[in-house]
DNA sequence: TAAGCTTTATGATTTCGATCATAATGAAGC
DNA sequence: GCTTCATTATGATCGAAATCATAAAGCTTA
């Protein structure tokens, strides 16, 4: 399991038809590959959005410092609990039929960050539909795109 | 927070367009609404699938029991990340974009439980596609059909 | 500064899934 | 048994998103 001390990491999965699929974006103070303190295997790749610092725990020490410390493994619960909510979240997103509305509703939920490439990987949908989508709204007056490959959220 | 002792129960919720959104799928063993631990609301419809036992503790209790009984602690954490790992799998599934594929691979997770429009739901499909879908791969010798309203797929 | 790459952006076309419609089957309740 | 309802199933049509194509802008890097 590994500690993202700084920086940004992003885990994704490759699809067979070839896309990649954004599993967690990981920032300062997030912890990665949790479900490998328990399983084998890693099903993700992690590539690093910035330069960032990493810690490295080994599935032993993870397990011993939850036997040992309540406050630990009570901390650790939490933070499995936001990111299931967070999965959750993201499966609302990615019902959403309409390319606009999802488009709206990942902007709404602050999933812009990086690239568009990367948001419409994020929301499921073909980059190019994210863009048009991302200009109808601009035009709709509902989205503010001050400057090329910048989109913001009109704080109607 | 809940226990599901037998039965089954889903957690659903609705999108604005009205569509249900499966978030969870509980079976006899799991426990429902783990993040209501943490946080104030539920976000999510729990609705029975079958006559089910369900145990309620309330938030002070699985708290105290996290901090006195580090096994306790172990095995929540142990369940959430196995919770982590479903979702980040329903996720790739979901970034299939053709539907003959994700109904394939949703089989081939054992989605197909319930009734087909369940598991369109959770595919993120319209239940005619599913049913198309499935017609379309039974002639293809993908899927046994036995009778009405069982696919099976082929142990090729 | 020139070459090569990625991102941004939009136009044209196609395809596939949603939607609408209809009907048979089966289960639940009276 | 009969009625009612949900599920299963398929056909027809439509529309929206994917795909294909193209190009400008920006950023690396040599």
Known sequence: MF??????????????AGQKVTMFRA???DTIAE?????DHYHC????QQP???LAFDRQSVLAAMAKDSAFATAFV????????TYRRHLELLAIRSAKDRVLAGLADGRLTGTVLDFAAEL??????????LAELTRDGRVEHPTRGQYRLKPC
Chains 1, 2 share one sequence.
């Open 124 to 133: 499921g949908l073909s980059h190019e539909s994210v863009y048009r989508a």
């Open 35 to 39: 479900p490998s303190v328990f399983s």
């Open 78 to 85: 939490k933070r499995l609990a936001g990111q299931v909510q």
């Open 27 to 29: 920032t300062a103070g």
């Open 52 to 54: 960032s610092v990493v």
């Open 45 to 48: 790749d992690a590539i690093s």
């Open 3 to 16: 500690f993202l001390q700084s920086g940004a990491v992003n885990l994704i999965r490759h699809t067979e």
